[in-house]
């Protein structure tokens, strides 16, 4: 199957700083990405729906100004958390749409705000 | 607004039996249907993909079914073993999305 890989795997930083990670699609190209959010023993939440070359979508209740997401070539998006803080502290999941419909997860990346 | 709902919640299950995983959804006009799988602190690891017009597909000792009038899909696990432990996810692409919209998850546990 198609690889999505994500980096870091885990950071922790201070409130009030900012972390990016990244997602990228390693064997295909994505016209559309989606980053998600997980707490401890519930399901994904999605927060975005990210189109290359375009501005990102984000569901209802996800501050865009916070979380933000750029899709800058067909195989990388990237998830910006600005202003980080302990509440922001949690498992966050990309995945990639291939042109078959199929979407494919990375590996997810922990953060900790401290 | 599209729904899925997967029960048993959480099964266990001596290693060795066959299983049987349920999912539901509300509304019919579905793309396709995934089915994951996540061991804990990972990501989703896709198991199966069936598309609208398909009724199973399968792969190795996992068989996934689709009955998409009926708003049903199984995943059939054969000969079940404790690396099978992990919870699994059935997700649908509602037509016209490109979203996903999952379950809660089946927690599995096999017991040697």
């Known amino acids: 199957g198609a690889v999505v890989s994500q980096h870091p795997s885990r950071v922790i930083c201070k409130s009030g700083t900012s972390v990016k990670i990244e997602c990228r699609s390693l064997d295909f190209q994505a016209t559309t990405m989606f980053w998600y959010r997980q707490f401890p023993k519930q399901s994904l939440m999605l927060m975005a729906t990210?189109?290359?070359?375009?501005?990102?979508?984000?569901e209802q209740g996800v501050e865009k100004d916070k979380f933000l997401i750029n899709h800058a070539s067909l195989t990388l998006s990237t998830l910006t958390v600005t202003s980080a803080h302990p509440e922001d502290s949690s498992f966050y999941i990309c995945?990639?749409?291939?042109?078959?419909?199929?979407?494919?997860f990375g590996p997810g990346t922990r953060l900790t705000v401290t | 607004k599209q729904e899925v709902t997967q029960i048993p919640a959480a099964l266990s299950v001596p290693e060795g039996e066959n299983l049987v995983l349920n999912c539901s959804f509300t509304?019919?006009?579905?793309?396709?249907l995934q089915w994951f799988r996540q061991d804990p602190g990972k990501g989703l690891t896709s198991l199966l993909l069936?598309?609208?017009?398909?009724r199973e597909q399968t792969s190795g000792r996992l068989n996934a079914s689709l009955d998409k009038s009926s708003g049903r899909s199984t995943l059939y696990i054969a000969a079940s073993q404790p690396g099978d432990s992990a919870t699994y996810l059935c997700a649908v692409n509602p037509e016209g999305a490109q979203k996903l919209v999952f379950g809660q998850g089946t927690r599995l546990t096999i017991n040697p």
């Open positions: 069936i598309q609208s017009s398909q």
């Open positions: 995945s990639a749409r291939t042109r078959g419909g199929e979407q494919y």
């Open positions: 990210s189109n290359e070359g375009s501005k990102a979508t984000y």
């Open positions: 509304d019919s006009a579905i793309y396709n």
